[in-house]
């Protein structure tokens, strides 16, 4: 059942047994793991059913950091930011899931074994089911093209999916909305999670609307999966028994931001026998209903030994050159990549044709790179509270997005290595375009990939959730979503996001039993 808390009458109380924030990826996928497991689910969305600028305002906030939109990376409407989820899906690594030495913060509480199960229901859910990420077999199988082998030793190939992408709050949207147990809150905007006296408990949720309603909703169990950036706001202004805010007593709440350091332009490859580049490496590739295409990563080994992070490059042809230019390849940058292709051309070709002759109609292509690294845990890139208030005189939150030497030499270790690999196997030559190697280009953007700011730890003073995403001190309060994930890997988070929430699932039922 779909309820719009704007037309309830006011100060209206809902009592239920489970109480979900958020309408978002998390939030839809613990409702409906729940379905049928005779819990009654309040699910507490803060916007309607379709995009409301006056709404989506809510988001806006303070930043202090690296330039970073509040507003434009998320969406405050059913279905949360899935409405704009470019579907890019892949799992982490298992060397994300480790303590690295050469990697402050890191190690989550388990193994990547322990996700393993969730996996697959996750690439279900997600609408790419049954996955090959590793198998390069079955890829070459069902294209019928033969991969080139990794040269080098320092990269590797995977394959990243892409969901049609699921837009969740349609795809499942009549399954919520018919099943028995769950109603779901719209245009309610929780403004505390009201704890007990003792701050151990909480008691309720209490709930404005934008034309000035008041409800609550009370619960045995809350879990808070509003968004990497809005679970931290939540907890932080939820400060009137905890003074610190909930779950914030050793000052964790919104600590170790991370976000997915994506760079264009940074370089570019030239090609001259497309022959020697299967197509599933050069643009997505659909086999059987799935959508695929071949990721560059960092070899297990080589991230190892040179203590680095974890980083994905992919990439996709920008222009073809024919041998004779045409008036509009005569820009400086297709003089530049036409020069390259001429002096390699006999390293980049089968042919036997001389390429500065009419014979050779085709020169080659030009690729362009995209490139995106794992951000190292940094406590001091932060969500904080701004002294400026929003519609619902609530603090907004003030952002302050920073990154380390650390992540640079990571990323440029990443893009010589992909050089190196391309000139080995014979592919291409890559141009640097970068002027200042010792400063990151301006600008750097991010994926809108939220992650760290609630982060897991079995420690206490590390982290403000335990191993299954309950709040540190507080019996009945859980966080889900990427805000929970320890470090952030190089993969989209968006498929160890559900599968994470689908394990938070299997331990509500065991709890609420």
């Known amino acids: 059942?779909?309820?719009?808390?704007?037309?309830?009458?006011?100060?209206?109380?809902?009592?239920?047994?489970?109480?979900?924030?958020?309408?978002?990826?998390?939030?839809?996928?613990?409702?409906?793991?729940?379905?049928?497991?005779?819990?009654?689910?309040?699910?507490?969305?803060?916007?309607?059913?379709?995009?409301?600028?006056?709404?989506?305002?809510?988001?806006?906030?303070?930043?202090?950091?690296?330039?970073?939109?509040?507003?434009?990376?998320?969406?405050?409407?059913?279905?949360?930011?899935?409405?704009?989820?470019?579907?890019?899906?892949?799992?982490?690594?298992?060397?994300?899931?480790?303590?690295?030495?050469?990697?402050?913060?890191?190690g989550w509480p388990f193994s990547m074994e322990e996700l393993l199960p969730w996996y697959k229901p996750a690439t279900e859910l997600t609408q790419i089911a049954p996955a090959h990420f590793d198998d390069a077999p079955y890829w070459e199988q069902e294209t019928g093209a033969?991969?080139?082998?990794?040269?080098?030793?320092?990269?590797?190939?995977?394959?990243?999916?892409?969901?049609?992408?699921?837009?969740?709050?349609?795809?499942?949207?009549?399954e919520l909305e018919t099943a028995p147990d769950i109603q779901v809150l719209l245009n309610a905007n929780?403004?505390?999670?009201?704890?007990?006296?003792?701050?151990?408990?909480?008691?309720?949720?209490?709930?404005?609307?934008?034309?000035?309603?008041?409800?609550?909703?009370?619960?045995?169990?809350?879990?808070?999966?509003?968004?990497g950036l809005e679970n931290a706001r939540l907890l932080l202004l939820s400060n009137d028994v905890v003074k610190a805010g909930l779950g914030n007593h050793n000052d964790q709440v919104g600590r170790y931001f991370m976000e997915h350091p994506h760079l264009a332009g940074f370089a570019e490859i030239v090609a001259g026998d497309m022959g020697r580049l299967p197509?599933?490496?050069?643009?997505?590739?659909?086999?059987?209903?799935?959508?695929?295409?071949?990721?560059?990563?960092?070899?297990?080994?080589?991230?190892?030994?040179?203590?680095?992070?974890?980083?994905?490059?992919?990439?996709?042809?920008?222009?073809?050159?024919?041998?004779?230019?045409?008036?509009?390849?005569?820009?400086?940058?297709?003089?530049?990549?036409?020069?390259?292709?001429?002096?390699?051309?006999?390293?980049?070709?089968?042919?036997?044709?001389?390429?500065?002759?009419?014979?050779?109609?085709?020169?080659?292509?030009?690729?362009?790179?995209?490139?995106?690294?794992?951000q190292a845990p940094n406590p001091d890139s932060r969500v904080s509270l701004s002294d400026s208030r929003d519609a619902l005189d609530l603090p907004r939150l003030k952002l302050d997005w920073r990154l380390t030497e650390q992540d640079r030499v990571s990323f440029y270790t990443h893009m010589r290595s992909l050089a190196l690999e391309f000139g080995a196997l014979g592919l291409g030559r890559m141009l640097e375009t970068i002027a200042d190697k010792d400063n990151w280009p301006q600008p750097v953007a991010g994926g809108s990939h939220h992650m760290g700011t609630t982060r897991m730890s079995d420690d206490p003073t590390r982290g403000v959730v335990d191993r299954n995403c309950k709040v540190h001190d507080i019996e009945n309060l859980y966080v889900a979503g990427s805000s929970t994930f320890p470090t952030s890997g190089s993969a989209n988070p968006t498929l160890t996001l559900v599968a994470l929430t689908l394990r938070l699932a299997q331990h509500l039922k065991e709890q609420m039993r």
């Not at 033969?146 to 990243?160: D, I, K, N, S, W």
């Open 1 to 106: 059942m779909f309820i719009d808390a704007r037309n309830l009458p006011d100060q209206t109380v809902l009592e239920t047994d489970l109480a979900i924030i958020g309408g978002g990826v998390a939030g839809i996928t613990l409702a409906r793991a729940l379905a049928d497991s005779g819990i009654r689910i309040c699910l507490v969305e803060a916007g309607g059913l379709e995009l409301d600028p006056q709404v989506q305002a809510l988001y806006e906030g303070e930043n202090v950091g690296i330039d970073y939109s509040t507003t434009a990376t998320r969406l405050r409407y059913f279905g949360g930011s899935s409405n704009h989820w470019g579907g890019y899906t892949r799992p982490l690594d298992p060397i994300d899931f480790e303590q690295r030495d050469w990697v402050p913060h890191s």
């Open 146 to 174: 033969t991969l080139p082998r990794p040269a080098t030793g320092r990269m590797r190939f995977q394959f990243v999916h892409f969901s049609p992408p699921t837009r969740f709050g349609t795809e499942y949207r009549e």
């Open 190 to 227: 929780v403004t505390r999670i009201a704890a007990a006296e003792n701050g151990r408990t909480v008691s309720r949720l209490d709930i404005r609307t934008l034309n000035n309603l008041t409800h609550q909703v009370r619960a045995r169990r809350y879990v808070v999966a509003v968004g």
């Open 279 to 374: 197509k599933i490496m050069r643009e997505r590739v659909r086999v059987q209903g799935r959508s695929a295409k071949v990721a560059f990563n960092p070899a297990t080994d080589f991230l190892r030994e040179e203590r680095l992070l974890n980083a994905t490059f992919m990439m996709g042809v920008a222009r073809n050159y024919a041998a004779q230019p045409t008036p509009d390849q005569e820009e400086p940058r297709s003089s530049a990549h036409r020069d390259m292709l001429l002096a390699a051309r006999r390293f980049l070709s089968d042919s036997d044709v001389d390429s500065t002759t009419d014979a050779a109609d085709a020169l080659g292509v030009w690729l362009g790179i995209g490139g995106s690294c794992e």
